[in-house]
């Protein structure tokens, strides 16, 4: 009678895919959130409140891949298979559905290898980069005042805005139902430039806001007048404003700047 448990026992290669997986895709996961994290660069992903978790988790993580790569090669699969005599009446059925289930088996598992490999691969080696100016433009329309993101601006007749950024204000153009009052209040606020609809001496200035990590990141925007700008800046622009907001007769608030500055994208280009 044929070893059973030997004829089950996964090759080496198949072991080797199997740990790489598993443990290999989970430690350099680990090994690129503990890089970011120490370059200063994981809040390109994540906001920074969660930073300490992402670390936490990459270390338990890397823990745990460490001390299961000690285990015997092949452990992963070598399991469960010793079920005792066979019905030998039902034995050629049953290896057709086995072979057929390895096969699906090893082409599922060899096209999410293949996939978490790429991922894994691109985190490791690309540079990580802030989300793109277009990507801002996409994710709400051009040409309107861009939601903040910033649910909790409390809009009270008290109001303290000398702490609010791009998302703040934009909330403020946006919901505020008294424009009156803050009308001449000064702002020193950090962006990139994006248009305004046709307007040629009005642009906007765009900052992405997130709230946990860039998948729900939000493009916020307020309009700055700032005449022909598009002949002295280019569209995705980073500059520093420092002006006045203005109420029109309409109601409608805007920036009137003092100076404009470009600058260099800030190490973190997003608000929070």
Known sequence: ????????????????????????????????????????????????????????????????????????????????????????????????????????????GATGGVIATGVVAGALLLPPASLSVDMAMQRAPVGSVLFAGADNIALGANTDTSTFGVGGWASVFATGSRPEKYDGSTVTLTGFLTPNGSAKDQAHLTRMVITHCVLDAQPASVPVQISGWQGQYAVGDWVQVKGTVRASADGKLSIVPASVSKISEPKDPYEH
């Open 1 to 108: 009678m044929p070893d059973t448990t030997t004829a089950h026992r996964p090759s080496r290669a198949r072991a080797l895919g199997t740990r790489w997986l598993g443990a290999g895709l989970a430690a350099a996961l680990a090994v690129a959130t503990l890089a970011l994290a120490f370059t200063g660069r994981l809040t390109l992903y994540i906001s920074p409140e969660t930073v300490w978790f992402a670390v936490a988790a990459a270390i338990v993580t890397l823990i745990g891949a460490v001390w299961s790569c000690m285990l015997p090669l092949g452990a992963e699969q070598d399991h469960g298979h010793d079920h005792g005599p066979a019905d030998h009446g039902d034995d050629h059925d049953h290896v057709h559905a086995s072979s057929g289930r390895r096969t699906l088996g090893a082409v599922v």
